[in-house]
C-alpha cells in the first residue's frame, strides 16, 4: 500500500510540473510568438545580423554580395528576406528542409517575387561540418550560415527551431520583421502566401 502511495505521489508531482512548465513557456515567450505552430503578423524593429562571406560563388551571386570579408544583412540585394533558425540535430528542421526548397523555388518561378525576396538559414549552436552536411543532404539551394557560438543570433530570443522570419529591408538601419512562424509547415505555398499577405506598401 505505501509502495502504490509513493507511485501515486511521484505521477502526480510530474503531471504537475509539466503543466507548470506550459504555463511558463506561455507568459514568457516574447510578444509575437506563439505556442504551436503557426504565422505572427506582429511588427518588431530587429537588428541587421552580420554574417560571413559565403565561400560558394553561386551563394555571393544569389545575395548580391562582393568580396570576402564579413556583410550585414542590409547589404543583401533583396527587398524582403526570409531567415531560417534551423538545427542540424532537430527532427522538425529536418522535416521541414524539403518544405522549405519548394519555397524557395516558388519563389523563383515567380516574376512579382524572383529577385525582390531571398531566403537564408542560420544553423543555431552548429559547426560549418554539421550546417554544410545540412546543406547537402537536403539539398538546400539557399545560403546557410554555421552559428556555433550563437554570435550571429546573439540579439534574437530563439525559443525553439525551425524558426522562421520575414524582414523588410530598410536601408542600412534595423530590419523590420512583419513575419514570424513559430516550428515546422506542412504546405509550401500556404507559408509563403502568409509572407505576401504581410508585405504593405513602402
Known amino acids: ?21 506550459g504555463w511558463l513557456m ?4 516574447p510578444a509575437g510568438f506563439t505556442a504551436k505552430p503557426g504565422p505572427s503578423y506582429a511588427l518588431v524593429s ?3 545580423l552580420e554574417l560571413p562571406a559565403p565561400e560558394s560563388a553561386s551563394d555571393r551571386s544569389y545575395l548580391g554580395i562582393t568580396g ?6 542590409t547589404a543583401i540585394d ?8 534551423f538545427d542540424f540535430y532537430c527532427p522538425h528542421c529536418q522535416a521541414t528542409a524539403p518544405r522549405m526548397n519548394e519555397v524557395y523555388q ?7 517575387l524572383r529577385g525582390l525576396v531571398k531566403i537564408i538559414g542560420i544553423g543555431v549552436g552548429d559547426t560549418p561540418f554539421e550546417v554544410s552536411s545540412f546543406k547537402e543532404k537536403f539539398h538546400v539551394p539557399f545560403p546557410l550560415f554555421a552559428d556555433r557560438e550563437r554570435k550571429i543570433t546573439k540579439g534574437i ?7 522562421f522570419f520575414a524582414v523588410k529591408k530598410n536601408g542600412s538601419g534595423p530590419h523590420e520583421r512583419f513575419f514570424l512562424w513559430t516550428g515546422g509547415f506542412e504546405n509550401a505555398s500556404l507559408f509563403l502566401s502568409g509572407i505576401v499577405k504581410g508585405l504593405r506598401p513602402d
Open 1 to 21: 500500500m505505501k509502495r502504490e502511495t509513493i507511485k501515486l505521489a511521484v505521477v502526480l508531482f510530474l503531471l504537475v510540473a509539466l503543466l507548470l512548465a
Open 26 to 29: 506561455r507568459g514568457f515567450l
Open 46 to 48: 530587429i537588428p541587421a
Open 68 to 73: 570576402t570579408g564579413a556583410f550585414k544583412t
Open 78 to 85: 533583396a527587398r524582403v528576406l526570409i531567415i531560417e533558425f
Open 106 to 112: 516558388e519563389i523563383e518561378r515567380r516574376p512579382d
Open 157 to 163: 530570443v530563439i525559443p525553439g527551431t525551425p524558426m
